[in-house]
């Protein structure tokens, strides 16, 4: 993948993940994804690639799908329609 594709997917899931978490304001969501990107590469939104961002945005949409799922089984187990 070239660095304009990278680019381009990395805004498309950044705009996934502001519609996802419409409570966060799009600077959270950076920092949220900058931090996890620490985490992942030990480099934060500065030093990062785009493609090391990339990985950490999907990896916060997928914890936020696997949040959403399990507070959904939660409430399903305690009757909750």
Do not use: K
């Not at 990278?6 to 899931?13: G, K, M, V, W």
């Not at 961002?53 to 959904?72: H, K, N, P, Q, Y």
């Amino acid at each position: 993948m070239g660095d304009i594709d990278t680019r381009s997917e990395l805004f498309d899931a950044l705009r996934t993940l502001t519609a996802a978490v419409p409570e966060m304001r799009s600077g959270q969501v950076m920092a949220a994804v900058g931090e996890l990107c620490l985490d992942l590469h030990g480099r934060g939104l500065w030093d990062a690639s785009d493609a090391e961002i990339l990985e950490a945005a999907w990896r916060f949409r997928r914890d936020l799908e696997i949040s959403a799922t399990e507070v959904a089984g939660g409430e399903l187990q305690r009757g909750t329609p």
